[in-house]
């Protein structure tokens, strides 16, 4: 009796199958039941029946990474197969990780052009699944995208609301009522297999089993090599006798460190394993043993039973085995898979290896998925190394300043300066070092412009003609903000020098990045015009502003000078240029990847829009404070207040904004955002007015005033005078 026949064969299930067919019914489709009882086999044979096409995302333990980030590179790692530009979109992205970024990769998804039915399953969800992930879930089951149905597999029942999706239409469900094997079930499958044996012998598998798959299995498999049952020993032992001990230590060693890996296809195989043979011992595996399979995709993988069992058996790693893990790092770093390459390295500290890595990788490539993973690899590694690898240590430390804490990365610049003013590198001169180190605190000044000046200009005659190694042309410089003066002008009184900084400087930082602020020069001078009311220099200087930004695809930019114009154009009544100014920001933002580019667009919409009071057009995160308290102040967040004061203002809620004006100037305070101030005061005199009457108004009115005249601005007095 061949015990391969019942490794191969699988019994058609036609009421599981039934259910099955209802997915494109329904945005999602849960099968919940715990480990053994089939939901994979279940969902896999009847896509591949079906032919429908699929994307399949199996999940595993998110080991030392992000359960949020591990999640979003499995799924735009799957992606990559069908569609490269789709993949690197969610890459560039990142996980959504608040509600209006969730929202805009909802909207990303819903415009994607797709003809046909797509069954995303992911597979072993309760392994990855957290509240950030659910609420990302929710949004897309509720969104009712028409051609995307999601079956999620799970041994533990998901915190969905599963109930009130269920009542409400949104989803099926296959349980494990649905997936526990009938006593028929039982005797079909032996049957199929060819198991022969007496009814009594089936009875009592039927019996000790409760239908669990697993116990199926290993019991027929057990009574083929022994011709008797063994009902007393454990699940594990039965593995072990029947799908173990009769291996010799060759295959053994094989199928502990493939529970390692967890899967792997042909290539990465004879790579790690360093043996051409290994793919005919695995197929060989595959046709004897259930628990080890070969999908669609040519992926060998173990069943998690599977690699309970194994883990269990070796629990500490020889040199051998990490060796083969030092291999799949090496596969991975050389196919350009950063997360998983560190994530191989992260797991025996191999944290030299991750620097070396870091070191000479453009700091651009390295998307939202991985920063969450460096963050954590860098909190695991002492200052010795970090110093030995200096450049690698100031690409993380700029990750932590643009995206977790400012003040946290202020902090680390002081041991770091303090260690290399007294300590030699190796490799780079100590000019390079301070050269990066300096262009780093250009984001730590970025609302200084004197400061980010003197940064640049001493980063530029250190690197003495060279380009930096940290910061190039694909960073941001406008910092979520779609008026760049904005951010600088910070002292009343001081805006003509700070312009003059701005455009007179500001080359140094463009010429030691080989091209990060191009157009920020005249860009300044235009937006100086715009609000003193040099009326007739605005367009040729934005116009300028925009081509020269464009050189080298400076984003924020563009749109700054796009802002621009469209403010101007308003105050000429050139609505129809302005019509197609809005057509074109919505194009570039239908395109943008970076999440800080995407502040900056939907900002600039928001603001053409509310000017002209077409506040329904307004972004509709732009229009809920508690959004809006979610951003990050140094994304541009107070640029904010400005656009949702005004929404507020039009709809004529005026005492709501009275008693959130108060809040809104803290946030503005926040960098000194004079232009803010200015804003904040106009609306504040006219919800004034409207609740107290016209002194009132006044009072307020003087204070934007006292602010405005000390450097001639007039454009935002322009802009709300017909609501004074």
Not at 328 to 334: E, G, K, M, V
Not at 484 to 503: D, I, N, W
Not at 678 to 695: M, T, V, W
């Amino acid at each position: 009796m061949p015990l391969n026949e019942s490794s191969t064969k699988l019994l058609t299930r036609n009421h599981v199958n039934h259910k099955l067919e209802t997915i494109l019914d329904y945005p999602v489709f849960f099968v919940i039941a715990p480990i053994g009882y089939g939901k994979t086999t279940a969902i896999s044979t009847f896509l591949e029946k079906s032919k429908y096409r699929n994307i399949w995302i199996t999940m595993h333990a998110p080991i030392d990474i992000s359960s949020n980030e591990y999640f979003w590179y499995l799924i735009a790692n799957e992606i990559k197969k069908y569609s490269l530009e789709i993949s690197d979109s969610f890459m560039d992205r990142g996980f959504p990780n608040d509600s209006i970024q969730i929202s805009r990769i909802v909207e990303f998804i819903k415009n994607i052009n797709v003809k046909e039915d797509i069954i995303v399953v992911v597979d072993d969800y309760h392994l990855i699944e957290n509240e950030k992930i659910n609420l990302l879930m929710k949004s897309l089951i509720y969104e009712r995208i028409p051609w995307l149905h999601i079956i999620l597999s799970s041994r533990t029942i998901p915190d969905l609301a599963i109930q009130e999706l269920y009542f409400k239409g949104y989803c099926n469900q296959i349980n494990i009522k649905d997936l526990t094997f009938t006593n028929n079930e039982v005797k079909r499958y032996l049957r199929l297999v060819n198991f022969k044996a007496n009814e009594k012998i089936e009875q009592k598998i039927c019996e000790y089993s409760n239908g669990w798959f697993p116990a199926i299995y290993l019991m027929q498999a057990y009574y083929r090599q022994n011709l008797k049952l063994n009902t007393k020993n454990s699940i594990y032992s039965l593995i072990k006798f029947s799908f173990f001990d009769k291996y010799d230590e060759t295959i053994k060693m094989l199928l502990i460190n493939l529970s390692i890996l967890e899967n792997v296809n042909a290539d990465q195989a004879v790579y790690i394993f360093e043996n051409d043979a290994v793919i005919d011992i695995l197929n060989k595996l595959c046709q004897e043993n259930a628990f080890i399979t070969i999908d669609h995709q040519s992926t060998y993988r173990l069943h998690h039973i599977y690699i309970d069992f194994l883990t269990e058996l070796k629990k500490e790693w020889d040199d051998e085995t990490i060796k083969i893990i030092q291999r799949a790092a090496r596969w991975f770093s050389n196919h350009g898979d950063n997360i998983l390459a560190f994530k191989y390295w992260f797991l025996i500290k191999d944290f030299k290896s991750i620097l070396q890595e870091l070191e000479s990788e453009d700091r651009n490539s390295i998307n939202f998925v991985d920063r969450d993973l460096i963050i954590q690899i860098f909190e695991s590694v002492d200052n010795e190394l970090k110093y030995q690898y200096p450049i690698a240590t100031l690409k993380y430390i700029l990750i932590i300043i643009l995206y977790k804490d400012r003040n946290l990365g202020k902090e680390m610049i002081v041991p770091f300066k303090h260690y290399f003013d007294s300590h030699t590198h190796p490799k780079y001169h100590k000019n390079r070092i301070f050269a990066e180190l300096y262009l780093l605190c250009t984001s730590l000044s970025f609302n200084n412009a004197r400061l980010s000046a003197y940064f640049s200009r001493q980063a530029y005659h250190l690197l003495d003609g060279e380009y930096s190694i940290t910061m190039n042309r694909h960073d941001v410089i406008a910092h979520g903000f779609p008026h760049f003066t904005y951010a600088y002008f910070k002292q009343p009184g001081e805006y003509k020098e700070t312009v003059k900084t701005l455009s007179n400087d500001f080359i140094y930082l463009t010429k030691a990045t080989n091209g990060l602020g191009m157009g920020c020069d005249i860009l300044s001078k235009a937006e100086y015009s715009l609000e003193t009311g040099s009326f007739d220099d605005v367009e040729s200087q934005s116009l300028a502003a925009f081509y020269k930004s464009s050189i080298f695809r400076q984003t924020c930019l563009q749109v700054c000078a796009k802002l621009n114009l469209a403010r101007l154009f308003i105050l000429q009544g050139r609505l129809e240029d302005v019509s197609d100014i809005l057509k074109e920001l919505n194009d570039m933002r239908r395109l943008e990847k970076n999440t800080i580019n995407l502040d900056v667009l939907d900002n600039c919409i928001g603001y053409i829009n509310a000017t002209l009071t077409n506040h329904f057009d307004v972004a509709d995160w732009l229009q809920n404070i508690d959004l809006i308290f979610e951003r990050p102040i140094y994304q541009g967040a107070s640029f904010i207040y400005i656009i949702y004061g005004k929404v507020l203002i039009l709809k004529g809620e005026y005492l709501k904004f009275d008693q959130l004006s108060d809040v809104f100037h803290q946030q503005i305070s926040v960098f000194q955002n004079q232009l803010g101030f200015i804003h904040n005061y106009i609306y504040k005199a006219i919800a004034r007015y409207h609740l107290n009457g016209i002194e009132s108004g006044a009072a307020m009115l003087q204070k934007a005033f006292n602010i405005a005249l000390q450097d001639d601005i007039i454009m935002p007095f322009i802009e709300n005078g017909f609501m004074l």
